[in-house]
């Protein structure tokens, strides 16, 4: 709760750092957390894991879902001050299927609607 990635600048209706058209690969918080724990709890320990939703999405598509459920502005980028490590797609599937586990989150645009409704209480 709380947590809404880029929430006060899409807000603020900033321009927003970085490139529209990189890759972001995001987890829901639970996801995590029971990513965690069963990396724990594996009988032999994963060398490597690679966990997200699975549902890379541009950021551009990310922070226009958000600004549509704020009612605010489209957002704009190209601020100076990206974070710079590049754009990837990554697949998390191998990783899921060791742990013997899904994401229950497999779509931030579909988690964001709920994140955003724990973070207005």
């Known amino acids: 709760p709380g947590r809404v990635i880029g929430l006060d600048s899409v807000r603020r209706g900033e321009v927003l750092p ?4 990189a ?5 829901h918080i639970e996801d995590a957390a029971r990513a965690m724990l069963a990396t724990a709890l594996a009988p032999a320990p994963l060398r490597a894991a690679l966990i997200s939703d699975g549902m890379p999405l541009r950021r551009r598509d990310y922070y226009t879902a958000l600004a549509s459920h704020i009612g605010a502005p489209a957002p704009r980028f190209g601020a100076e001050g990206g974070r710079g490590v590049g754009s990837r797609r990554c697949d998390p599937v191998a990783s899921w299927a060791a742990l013997d586990r ?8 579909l988690a964001l609607t709920q994140a955003l ?3 207005e209480r």
């Open 102 to 109: 899904a994401p229950r989150w497999p779509d931030a645009r």
């Open 18 to 21: 970085g490139d529209g058209d």
């Open 117 to 119: 409704a724990l973070s």
């Open 23 to 27: 890759w972001l690969n995001l987890l």
